[in-house]
């Protein structure tokens, strides 16, 4: 008996379009590889000719240079690696802390465009269109000059309590490292993981009920209290280290410079404006039917908008606030300007002292690379757990 099922198909054949395309990728990524080790060669010869030292090498060298701001210490005996590794850290703290105040400014700016209030509409709106239509480098240098120009010297900086303001920047007090402070940062581990599981059960309560419970407010009370507990159990020590008023500077606690402050002012007042809009955008992308139910449903104008619209309105919000995000770490180069440490002005030192151009460069394009694509993974990441779930 002879079957009437057609003869299988060769895959591996010209004739299979998909092998086809897999020879032309092929060809395509070698044709890429070979252009690389071109240019890659034809660099390092010429720089060879011309008597130009190349490779990675002198990340092992002593820097020989101070830098005036890190959260760790360093000095000019330190190898060059451990340099770059300060500039990373500015860097990375100016992004994160740069990425959640503009995200919290930004989502009240956007959120207020849909005010009843004429008066907070209109405030709003003229925050968005100043900040958003001056380049960010001259708002740095703006932010910069208040800082050091405007503000007293630090022999007579306003004091507020046991802070003070001055050319000098912010200082303020800091809590003395003991077992007590080490106790209520493993408190904070527990909470997060209480604060995690209360959302959840916060949030299948409102779907199985419709009885709505704080999701913000809550998680981070728990938060706060396990810390509190920890920093109970180890002690409850209360030292600080005060700041005070010395013969020619403020001295002793904590200090912002005012070249950070710069940075993270405009960075953050600029994003902002933008992170505003996105969230207008994304909130009026949701039906308006939508918020008549919510208004049949007797909720009021807050609960409105945190269960019903912004909710929905996510997954128009998040691809556009993620190129925020990134133009906002990647923004944070143009800190080189006003004096910022961070990692382009170290590499800039260390390119002027041992000629490294191609490798230093490298490092500060590889530093980016990786932040940018990070950032970009965990939003993408966030993206897919927001998006609604079709039935």
Same mark, same amino acid.
């Given at each position: 008996?002879?079957?009437?099922?057609?003869?299988?198909?060769?895959?591996?054949?010209?004739?299979?379009?998909?092998?086809?395309?897999?020879?032309?990728?092929?060809?395509?990524?070698?044709?890429i590889g070979?252009?690389?080790? @071109?240019?890659?060669?034809?660099t390092?010869t010429?720089?060879?000719?011309?008597?130009?030292?190349?490779?990675?090498d002198? $990340?092992?060298?002593?820097?020989?240079?101070?830098i005036? /701001? %890190? !959260?760790?210490?360093?000095?000019?005996?330190? *190898? @060059?690696?451990?340099?770059?590794?300060?500039?990373?850290?500015n860097? &990375?703290r100016?992004a994160?802390?740069?990425?959640? !105040?503009?995200?919290?400014?930004?989502?009240?700016?956007?959120?207020? #465009?849909?005010?009843?209030?004429?008066?907070?509409?209109?405030?709003?709106?003229?925050?968005?269109?100043?900040?958003?239509?001056?380049?960010?480098? &001259?708002?740095?240098?703006?932010? +910069?000059?208040?800082m050091?120009?405007?503000?007293?010297?630090?022999? /007579?900086?306003w004091?507020?309590?046991?802070?003070?303001? %001055?050319?000098?920047?912010?200082? +303020?007090?800091?809590?003395?490292?003991?077992?007590?402070?080490?106790w209520?940062?493993?408190?904070? &581990?527990?909470?997060? !993981?209480?604060?995690?599981?209360?959302?959840?059960?916060?949030?299948?309560?409102?779907?199985?009920?419709?009885?709505?419970?704080?999701?913000?407010?809550?998680?981070?009370?728990?938060?706060?209290?396990t810390s509190?507990a920890?920093?109970? &159990?180890?002690?409850?020590?209360?030292?600080?280290?005060?700041?005070?008023?010395?013969?020619?500077?403020?001295e002793?606690g904590?200090?912002?410079?005012?070249?950070?402050?710069a940075?993270?002012?405009?960075?953050?007042? +600029?994003t902002?404006?933008?992170?505003?809009?996105?969230?207008?955008?994304?909130?009026?992308?949701?039906?308006?039917?939508?918020?008549?139910a919510?208004?049949?449903?007797?909720?009021?104008?807050?609960?409105?908008?945190? $269960?019903?619209?912004l *909710?929905?309105?996510?997954?128009?919000?998040?691809p556009?606030?993620?190129?925020? +995000?990134?133009?906002?770490?990647?923004?944070?180069? !143009?800190?080189?300007?006003i004096?910022?440490?961070?990692?382009?002005?170290?590499?800039?030192t260390?390119?002027?002292?041992?000629?490294?151009?191609? /490798?230093?460069? %490298?490092?500060?394009?590889?530093?980016?690379?990786?932040?940018?694509?990070?950032?970009?993974?965990?939003?993408?990441?966030?993206?897919? #757990?927001?998006?609604?779930? /079709?039935?």
């Open positions: 008996m002879k079957s009437n099922l057609p003869p299988p198909k060769n895959n591996w054949t010209w004739r299979s379009q998909a092998f086809r395309g897999l020879i032309y990728q092929v060809i395509a990524v070698a044709l070979a252009m690389v080790w @071109y240019l890659a060669h034809n390092l010429n720089m060879r000719v011309r008597g130009i030292q190349s490779g990675f002198f $990340l092992s060298q002593a820097a020989g240079f101070d005036g /701001e %890190s !959260l760790y210490p360093f000095d000019s005996s330190q *190898p @060059y690696w451990q340099a770059f590794l300060v500039g990373v850290t860097t &990375l100016v994160v802390l740069g990425i959640i !105040l503009a995200t919290v400014l930004g989502t009240l700016l956007g959120v207020g #465009r849909f005010s009843r209030n004429a008066l907070v509409r209109g405030l709003c709106l003229s925050y968005v269109e100043f900040f958003r239509n001056i380049p960010v480098l &001259l708002q740095l240098l703006m932010w +910069y000059v208040i050091t120009e405007v503000l007293p010297a630090t022999s /007579e900086a004091q507020v309590g046991h802070f003070f303001l %001055s050319k000098g920047g912010i200082n +303020y007090p800091i809590p003395v490292w003991q077992t007590g402070q080490l209520a940062a493993y408190g904070l &581990l527990p909470g997060v !993981l209480l604060g995690w599981f209360y959302r959840r059960w916060a949030v299948s309560k409102f779907e199985a009920t419709g009885q709505a419970r704080s999701l913000v407010v809550m998680p981070l009370l728990i938060v706060l209290l509190v920890g920093w109970a &159990l180890g002690g409850a020590p209360t030292e600080f280290n005060y700041p005070f008023r010395g013969e020619f500077s403020v002793q904590g200090a912002l410079t005012p070249e950070f402050m940075v993270l002012m405009g960075l953050t007042l +600029y902002a404006s933008f992170i505003a809009e996105v969230v207008r955008g994304g909130i009026a992308s949701v039906a308006r039917g939508q918020s008549e919510a208004s049949a449903l007797g909720l009021n104008k807050a609960q409105e908008m945190q $269960l019903v619209m *909710p929905q309105a996510l997954r128009v919000i998040i556009p606030l993620t190129n925020q +995000y990134l133009n906002l770490t990647k923004n944070s180069s !143009l800190a080189v300007a004096g910022y440490p961070d990692v382009v002005s170290i590499a800039n260390a390119l002027n002292q041992t000629g490294r151009a191609v /490798e230093c460069i %490298s490092i500060v394009m590889l530093v980016y690379l990786i932040t940018s694509l990070g950032t970009a993974l965990l939003m993408n990441w966030y993206n897919s #757990r927001s998006a609604i779930k /079709e039935r």
